[in-house]
């Protein structure tokens, strides 16, 4: 399918090269044209002016006259010229103005000016041609050097498209892949709690003629994997609203100081059951431009990793700080860190570093911190991860100030 788009768009390319080239070269054409007949017909102009002041012939070779007057016919065309210059006589007998014939017997092109004049003593008619071939034979190699220059052009134009074609491509193509591999991931991920929860229920319908107590392990464990569910196809809407750019945001003035505060309590309590100590730094005040519940989201996801990879023990510590015009919102644990192979695709949807770093059976989805760096860019932030194996995480988001 791309290799077909790069064609197209290749040859669009050169149609457009093509036809911007067959534009420009035929106005060059024209204006060189153009200035060569100007410089004949300026030289027709001041002969004609000594024809009508002395009446005499020019002598420059191959500028003709042909002069009617009454019968009388004065000349200074060969014979072979005669009867192409009867010709023209006859034909603009009545009009002024310049034309380009061909005539003689090599059937040169020349630059004819008619001047029929009607004076009181009679009529009289006067024809004069220069041969234009000197002047219009620059163009014949003016005309090859455009043809060859135009081939060499769409050629060059081919090559250029192309690669140009295959560069606008890749990230689309690799957005398309990454898409077709989040489809992949997510119904890999939807399938196993579906599989769980079908499997449970079998189990239940298998013992009927038992109670709902007798059943209640089965029952508990389809209800676990169907919120588990419901989690997911929740962080999977707000992806798609967000690709899609629907995600609605409520902006508003928001500390982010008190939201901190709010996070932490609510996480203390979790915190104390796997015995971390979950604390707040120093709390700058400041306030942004945002939508309070998408915020709050963002530093629950960032403390929810870090107490979920932080063993017994550990420490949590959520801070923040003014930095010019940004906020800086830190959240730093002591576990076990991030390889640093793993860190640069730690925001890739569905990735999940070391299962066997998270706390018991405390998975998550592999969605939470996609969700957050779209969340720091819809706030026009950024998200950034510093870690080391064994030396702990700390993640920074910087959100800019509100004016």
């Known amino acids: 399918m791309f290799q077909r788009v790069r064609v197209r768009l290749t040859l669009i390319t050169v149609a457009l090269f093509v036809l911007l080239y067959a534009l420009s070269s035929a106005a060059i054409y024209a204006i060189v044209r153009h200035h060569a007949i100007i410089t004949v017909d300026q030289n027709i102009r001041n002969i004609a002016r000594h024809v009508e002041a002395d009446g005499q012939l020019p002598a420059a070779r191959f500028v003709y006259v042909y002069a009617q007057i009454g019968n009388n016919v004065i000349t200074n065309a060969p014979p072979t010229f005669i009867h192409g210059m009867e010709r023209l006589a006859s034909r603009h007998s009545t009009s002024t103005g310049w034309f380009t014939n061909w005539i003689g017997p090599d059937r040169q092109p020349y630059r004819v000016y008619s001047l029929p004049q009607s004076p009181s003593g009679g009529s009289y008619q006067v024809l004069i041609a220069e041969d234009m071939s000197q002047q219009l034979g620059v163009l014949i190699p003016l005309e090859r050097v455009m043809l060859l220059v ?34 992949s991931d997510a119904s890999h991920e939807l399938r196993t709690p ?15 003629d038992q109670t709902v107590e007798d059943n209640l392990e089965w029952v508990g464990n389809a209800q676990s994997e169907a919120r588990r569910l419901a989690r997911l196809v929740h962080d999977l809407l707000t992806l798609a609203r967000s690709d899609a750019q629907t995600a609605p945001l409520q902006i508003s003035s928001v500390a982010v100081a008190d939201v901190v505060r709010r996070v932490v309590d609510m996480f203390e309590p979790v915190a104390d059951m796997q015995g971390l100590e979950l604390k707040t730094g120093d709390l700058a005040e400041a306030t942004v431009r945002g939508d309070h519940d998408r915020l709050l989201q963002l530093i629950v996801i960032l403390v929810d990793n870090a107490c979920k990879y932080t063993g017994s023990g550990g420490h949590v510590i959520v801070s923040t700080a003014v930095q010019k015009n940004h906020v800086l919102l830190r ?32 998975q998550g989805t592999g969605l939470g911190l996609s969700i957050a760096q779209w969340i720091a860019d819809a706030h026009h932030g950024k ?10 995480t700390t993640v920074t988001v910087s959100l800019p100030i509100a004016a």
């Open 150 to 183: 135009g081939i060499a052009g769409s050629l060059i134009a081919a090559g250029a498209g192309f690669v140009w074609a295959g560069r606008a491509l890749h990230p689309i193509r690799r957005a398309w892949d990454k898409q077709l591999r989040f489809v």
């Open 194 to 208: 579906l599989a769980v929860i079908q499997s449970n229920l079998d189990l239940v319908l298998d013992h009927a």
């Open 331 to 362: 959240v730093a644990d002591d576990g076990p860190g991030i390889d640093s192979a793993d860190l640069p695709h730690v925001f890739d949807r569905f990735y999940r570093a070391d299962k066997a770093r998270a706390r018991g059976d405390e």
């Open 383 to 392: 998200i950034h991860i510093d870690s080391h194996p064994g030396a702990g």
